[in-house]
């Protein structure tokens, strides 16, 4: 079994799938629009260049999506991107934070050298973190 997040947007997938790509290194392997599917007879114009289906490989993980006229920004659940520097961390979380809405600036914590939360211009939650390694119990 494999489970996988799926995000819906409202006119922006083409969009965010592209800059995620760019941004957190995936690579987009599948891109369909409303105007690809082979019944047209319930498609809207305005939806034809609209994204059916996507799927993005963000490192061990891939992330689907697609665009419906009712998506709402997230609320509750958050894609969490665990990296291996602060540079990276700080990196990742000034690009998806642009235009965006910081919920917790990017910082030190006790779990975390660096640790933030936000929504990108996209509606979707991110928490990214830099986790601090783990010390043996004595």
Same mark, same amino acid.
């Given at each position: 079994?494999?489970?996988?997040?799926? @995000?819906?947007?409202?006119?922006?997938?083409?969009?965010? /799938?592209?800059?995620?790509?760019?941004?957190?290194?995936?690579?987009?392997?599948?891109?369909?629009?409303?105007? %690809?599917? &082979?019944?047209?007879?319930? @498609? *809207? &114009?305005? $939806?034809?260049?609209?994204?059916?289906?996507?799927?993005? *490989?963000?490192?061990?993980? +891939?992330?689907?999506?697609?665009?419906? &006229?009712?998506?709402?920004?997230?609320?509750?659940?958050?894609? *969490?991107?665990?990296?291996?520097?602060?540079?990276?961390?700080?990196?990742? /979380? *000034?690009?998806?934070?642009?235009?965006? +809405? @910081?919920?917790? &600036?990017? %910082?030190?914590?006790?779990?975390?050298? =660096?640790?933030?939360?936000? =929504?990108? =211009?996209?509606?979707?939650? $991110?928490?990214?973190?830099?986790?601090?390694?783990?010390?043996? =119990?004595?």
């Amino acid at each position: 079994m494999k489970m996988h997040t799926y @995000v819906n947007f409202a006119g922006k997938c083409a969009e965010a /799938f592209r800059f995620y790509e760019k941004h957190l290194g995936g690579t987009i392997s599948m891109m369909m629009t409303h105007g %690809q599917a &082979p019944d047209q007879s319930n @498609v *809207s &114009p305005d $939806w034809k260049d609209a994204v059916l289906h996507a799927r993005i *490989s963000l490192g061990d993980t +891939e992330l689907l999506g697609a665009d419906i &006229p009712s998506a709402q920004p997230m609320r509750s659940a958050y894609l *969490s991107v665990s990296v291996e520097s602060d540079d990276e961390a700080e990196r990742i /979380f *000034s690009a998806l934070s642009t235009g965006g +809405e @910081v919920f917790m &600036p990017m %910082q030190e914590t006790f779990f975390a050298t =660096r640790f933030g939360q936000l =929504r990108d =211009r996209f509606g979707v939650n $991110w928490m990214i973190i830099h986790e601090r390694p783990l010390r043996p =119990r004595a």
